[in-house]
């Protein structure tokens, strides 16, 4: 039987550090993609992988939002003394991602949680993993008590774009038509051509903001498979925020709110990869006036303002190479 060696929390493994808010909390916060940071997490407890004893070692995980994140936008990556050491699960990470950001505004300092990481020993397959856990409190990231995520995929669809409350009251609401919907193909290329037949016939401006949403995700899925995709992907933005005198007001009569309003957040995202300081600060600053103070939730208006700022630090260390592009 294996034994389990509680190596302490003492200083080398979680240094009480003045830049890192530390939150309390009982319940469990689920830490994935431990098993691609093993040398990382050993190097942290200061052993090697194999030894006979199970390790227990108390530490300080900071959440770190990572904006650019190429696979999950709303990535929240786990840090321990300076290791990346894993990731929130997606399903968390969408619901904590804007809070931890709004958190780390608020106090100016990291957010950190208290953890373990554990594991080790050995296995019949050979020298046990080891993982990370967490424990935090909902309430402190707007989250109700509850051990699972309360996300289901109708509510992750409706709080970010509308398109679910759109689609699930279709047939009563005689203001759009999103039977479109129903004819797009499965793969990204066939959907952008059909995209850009139904934008050249359609005028009802929540099916036209829908369309463009879902042309604007697919140019950008592209930009690694057709060497246009970015330029199209920008000029459907351009587009799409062109019209946003006649989208906006049908999405607030419709939703009472103004639902997420992708195409700034991810403009911002493409213009800081190309260093345009000055185009995604513009973008920015679009955003966050459109959507004034109705935003459906505020924590979207608080990370354009978060780019924004960042956007005009850069300018004013003057490190902007490229112009960018917001052109109407």
């Given amino acids: 039987m294996d034994t389990v060696r509680d190596l302490g929390s003492g200083p080398s493994f979680s240094p009480y550090q003045p830049d890192i808010l530390v939150l309390g909390g009982r319940e469990s916060l689920e830490v994935v993609g431990e098993s691609r940071h093993q040398d990382a ?63 780390e505004r608020e106090h100016g300092r990291a957010i950190g949680l208290h953890g373990v990481i554990a594991g080790g020993g050995r296995r ?25 995520p309360r996300l289901t995929p109708a509510r992750r669809s409706s709080v ?3 398109m679910s409350v759109a689609a699930a009251t279709d047939r009563e609401d005689t203001r759009y038509d999103l039977s479109w919907v129903d004819g797009l193909a499965g793969d990204s290329a066939r959907r952008i051509a059909q995209l850009r037949k139904l934008l050249e016939a359609e005028a009802n401006p929540i099916d036209r903001h829908f369309m463009f949403a879902r ?19 920008d000029e459907a933005c351009v587009a799409h925020d062109a019209e946003m005198g006649s989208i906006l007001p049908a999405l607030v009569d419709k939703f009472g709110k103004v639902p997420m309003l992708e195409t700034y957040r991810q403009m911002c995202i493409r213009q800081q990869k190309a ?46 190479e490229v112009r960018g592009l917001f052109t109407r």
Avoid at 129 to 142: E, R
């Fill in 160 to 162: 970010r774009t509308g």
């Fill in 41 to 103: 997490l050993w190097h942290i407890v200061g052993e090697r992988p194999g030894g006979p004893d199970r390790i227990r070692v108390n530490v300080i995980g900071v959440l770190r939002p990572e904006l650019d994140n190429p696979h999950d936008e709303y990535a929240v990556a786990v840090v321990v003394t300076d290791h990346r050491v894993g990731h929130l699960s997606r399903e968390h990470a969408a619901l904590m991602q804007h809070a931890v950001i709004r958190l």
């Fill in 124 to 148: 019949a397959n050979g020298p046990g993993q080891l993982g990370v856990f967490l424990s935090f409190d909902p309430a402190d990231f707007g989250l109700p008590r509850s051990a699972e």
């Fill in 215 to 233: 042309l604007e995700k697919d140019l950008y899925y592209c930009r690694d498979t057709f060497e246009s995709a970015l330029a199209e992907y």
């Fill in 275 to 320: 260093g345009a300081w000055e185009a995604g600060l513009l973008w920015a600053e679009r955003g966050i006036a459109l959507y004034g103070s109705q935003a459906a939730d505020p924590d979207w208006v608080a990370d354009l303002a978060d780019r924004a700022s960042r956007f005009r630090q850069k300018i004013t260390d003057g490190s902007s």
